[in-house]
DNA sequence: GCATCATGTGAAAGCGCTTTCATACACAAT
DNA sequence: ATTGTGTATGAAAGCGCTTTCACATGATGC
């Protein structure tokens, strides 16, 4: 496609008379609209309304355009449409991070769908910078997609409303709702009080907390949970059980390790995410505390890796994936202007092996290796 | 957008005696280049000009072009230059899954650099799957990405330089060339030698290794590894000493109860990736045997995770990321049309607590613990 | 002083589709 | 027959850019 140049051939007169064409055009050429129509016998409108049914087409006509078609190999060119129909068919999907073991799963939902609807994703980052997440928005505007997915949740509620009267939304993670806006809201906080009720089941009462992120909803209803379950139990909520862990594993780990330090007892732990989670066990382990035998612990999100921990991490259980293809399903309804109501699937505890019964339950004696400092 | 019409007004003669304008336009509409030439007192061939550096322009004009994007805020539209330039300034990134804990680390190096030169990344994802692999191949195609990085394997060579004459092409994991073709080949024998080489340096010759799925090129250059060290160290190869693992924890696990069912005897155990070491950890968890005292476990390519497994996972760090960087830079230099050829980062053991020296070193007595079943 | 060349700029022709409008033709209704 | 009422189809006008070509300039050479 490289082969036109000599630009504003200047005035030098007969500067290339009737160029030979640098060098013989060997690219067959993609197959167009116009030839396929040429084919055919029929007008490139004809062809047109074909592809996108637009209008009823006569059975002779229609076989004509199809054989052609596949005789061309034709494939209809997605930027042209985008220009001339106002539409790309792509929708964009702002994540914080690609390469997250946990949103990665969500893409892939997304994805599926969204292919198999013949939309292309353009998934674009924000890194969990605002100034990155800003970007991502305006890149995907400026590539006219027809609708976009947000998972990230640091953008602000009034330029996600702002965004939405342009272009159909979908958000998970918060409940706006708009004319062209869908929200898809997973209980985090009913997933923390699921797994604190767990803990609390097994006999545990000093149950320490890892927080995630303050300024992320996920943590501050995560937190929500673990305090409404322990209330529900007349448990007081203790603010010195709790550490910040920002969601990362080396967060996890020092939030234990601060915990420990503190000479606060606990013998239970519940980490805001599993990567958390993963981190607390190795300050655990580097403690020469054992997991169940010592310290039960509880992650959320359930990651992939959770199940190949040692031990196995119970934790709750999210479905990301499904959130990804229900996000999909969304932009795709809000796009043809349908109603769209999936429910969010309800979380779920997956109990594994990180969890054991509070020393002797309720008896105080013997607890030697069970009450941590 | 759509108020032009009156094309060829009509022979019926009064049609529509000027059409009230169906509803009022609100919309204040996506500043075009044309608007921004106007305002510029300007023709929008300059201002392309100018937007692509693809001339030389007068410095007033220039300013007056300047300033007149900045007061209408006008950004370029991708759609309709990638029309009729030929060029879409995206390129098509073929992974095999989105979320994998593995590559999603690659995607993020790719997405810094594009981003930073103004390409968009297309992610699609094979899942593996060779005719989603060709599908995901069409689709790019379609989209008409001006070049494209392949991490997928699984895609046969001739397809590729096939491809390759079409669009600028970056692989990775194998060692193709061609003009508008780039490789990336990661040193994976080379990773493999280096991780046995450690373990043969702890004192172990009871080497047991985790193979990937077969017919994955590093899968079988990581085996290749594996074996040159042990001839290094005249260690005979023992196919009894090897296990299929698919590159998936569970495969992981499944290969070490294999390995132990079948009573060879190992010390250490080396897992051609991450994930099936973590699954061989569970299943050594399971069997009672422990990391590194009764066996040394070593993993290849140093996921995230692997500095907080238990114990801490000595792996080959592949930098994945460094890798994606390296791809995206390539391809922009293929589509340049510069040459581009910076190597790629040598394979790096990261030695963490999984290993330990085999029990007493050279000395067979009091084994007890080490020699495993 | 005139022919020559370089250079910045504008007009206009697309890129490959979609969509409107108008028409030709088929029937149904008068 | 005559007039309607639809319906399938084609012509052509864009979508918002890029790029070619031609054309004024002003700079240069003899």
Redesign the interface.
Known sequence: ?RFHHA?HSPPSLMAKPSQPRPIARKEPAVPTLEMVAAAAGVSPSTVSRLLNGTAKVSADKRKAVESAIRKLDF??????S??AG?R?RSIGVITQ?????F??????GI?DVL?ESNY??????GHWRPRDEQ?CL??LE???VDGMIILTPSLPDADLLALAQRVPLVVTGRSLLGPRLCSLDFDNTEGARLATEHLIALGHTRIAFIKGTASHPDAVERLRGYRIALKAHGIPFDAALTAQGHFI?SGG?QATEALLAADVKFTALLAANDQMA??A??AL?RRGLRVPEQVSLVGFDDL??S??????LTSVRHSIHEIGRLAAHAVIALIRGEPFSDPVPAPQLMVRESCGPVAGSRRHGRTGTRQVV
Not at 75 to 80: D, G, L, R, Y
Not at 103 to 108: F, H, I, M, P
Not at 120 to 125: E, I, N, R
Not at 307 to 312: D, E, F, G
């Open positions: 496609m630009p494939v209809a060119n997605p930027v042209a985008g220009l106002g790309s991070a690609l390469g997250s073991p949103y990665g799963n969500g893409l892939l994805e292919v292309a994703p353009l998934y674009v980052s970007r305006a890149l400026s590539r006219r594993e780990a993963y981190g066990a190795l382990y992939m890796g199940s190949y921990t040692l031990p196995p």
